[in-house]
């Protein structure tokens, strides 16, 4: 599902998360992000309130953008996400937060997001295409 092309731009770009709730949608950038050997996508939880609300209220249902603006090549991921407070993801991502910003702010927490779907979203003949 996660092949060499979307893993290279999972781990070079930045994410856009989306979730929605009761009619309302909420996307945010992150920058606090990697893929995991598994091929789970993992994010630091540093200012993500209202993603964490709406993944409890709605399942855990996730959509990640990443795309590369210069090219132009893309991919939308949907999954699942759960939220984890503790262990070695949590801890990394703590130390990485504590160090950008100087102690001034930490995560809190980490999402674990479970890939369901890949769709490219490049321009072309494959837009659209589940990988």
Same mark, same amino acid.
């Given at each position: ?76 991921? @949907? !999954? ?5 407070? =503790?262990?070695?993801? $949590? +801890? #990394?991502?703590? &130390? ?11 995560? @809190? !927490? ?5 890939? =369901?779907?890949?769709? $490219? +979203? #490049?321009?072309? &003949? ?6």
């Amino acid at each position: 599902m996660l092949n060499e092309n979307v893993v290279k731009l999972l781990k070079s770009g930045m994410w856009d998360l989306a979730t929605c709730t009761q009619g309302e949608p909420n996307v945010v950038p992150v920058a606090f992000k990697d893929v995991t050997p598994d091929g789970k996508l993992v994010v630091g939880d540093v200012f993500l309130d209202t993603t964490l609300k709406n993944i409890a209220e709605n399942h855990g249902k996730i959509a990640i953008s990443v795309y590369d603006a210069q090219n132009l090549e893309g991919y939308q991921v @949907k !999954g699942t996400a759960r939220y984890v407070t =503790e262990g070695e993801v $949590v +801890t #990394t991502f703590k &130390a990485m937060v504590e160090q950008m910003f100087g102690g001034a702010a930490t995560a @809190k !927490g980490a999402l674990v997001i479970t890939p =369901e779907k890949v769709i $490219v +979203t #490049t321009p072309g &003949a494959d837009n659209k295409k589940e990988l």
